[in-house]
């Protein structure tokens, strides 16, 4: 369903200018994706859960982003609200490791019909092995921007993990995965 193998980061010259990702590689098309347990927040409240519990029976889209306020994320949820994904039929969720209260005040400054997991330890993101050192930001990591169409087994139907942290995902290809869920 996706050709976007790339999974970038900043260049580290100490790697051959490689992106320096952390933990396990993300999933491919067709492999199961991993479960975890974090705060889900919708613009008011948060609470535990598990993915495969937001994500229902038909699955999801989840979209990978590294800061909440940022014009990039801003930017992202609005493309996506314009497009229409709150009609889907399945739930869009995102994965940022901004704090629930910084994560709910900006879905409401934005608007958002979307929910969005906190994920402040990083596990979650570390899993799809997109955790990534963000160079010149004194040591952050943040999640790398991915998107994974998921199935209602987890399994990984679409898959796009982009390389520079400001182009758009192909918003086209998102929706034609989640029409062959």
């Known amino acids: 369903m996706t050709d976007n193998e ?27 994706a991993p479960d975890f347990e974090a705060l889900v927040c919708d613009g008011e409240t ?15 889209v989840l979209v990978f982003y590294a800061f909440a306020f940022s014009a990039v994320a801003e930017n992202w949820w609005g493309r ?3 497009r229409g994904w709150d009609e889907f039929p399945v739930p869009v969720l995102g994965v940022c490791r901004d704090g629930p209260y ?5 879905l409401r400054s934005i608007d958002s019909p979307f ?13 799809y092995g997109l955790l990534t050192d963000r160079e010149g930001m004194d040591g952050a990591r943040t999640a790398h921007r991915a998107v994974f169409v998921l199935d209602g087994d987890r399994r990984v139907a679409g898959r ?9 995902i192909p918003a086209d290809r ?3 995965a989640v029409e062959e869920l």
Do not use: K
């Open 46 to 60: 948060f609470r535990a859960a598990h993915l495969s519990d937001a994500a229902g029976d038909r699955g999801c």
């Open 102 to 106: 910084a994560q709910n005040a900006f």
């Open 115 to 127: 929910r969005s997991f906190s994920d402040t330890a990083g596990d979650a993101i570390g899993a």
């Open 160 to 168: 796009w993990v982009m390389d520079d942290w400001i182009s758009p």
């Open 174 to 176: 998102v929706e034609e």
């Open 6 to 32: 790339g999974a970038g980061g900043d260049e580290d010259p100490a790697n051959g200018g490689e992106p320096t990702r952390l933990g396990a590689e993300p999933p491919e098309v067709g492999e199961r």
């Open 80 to 82: 996506y609200d314009r």
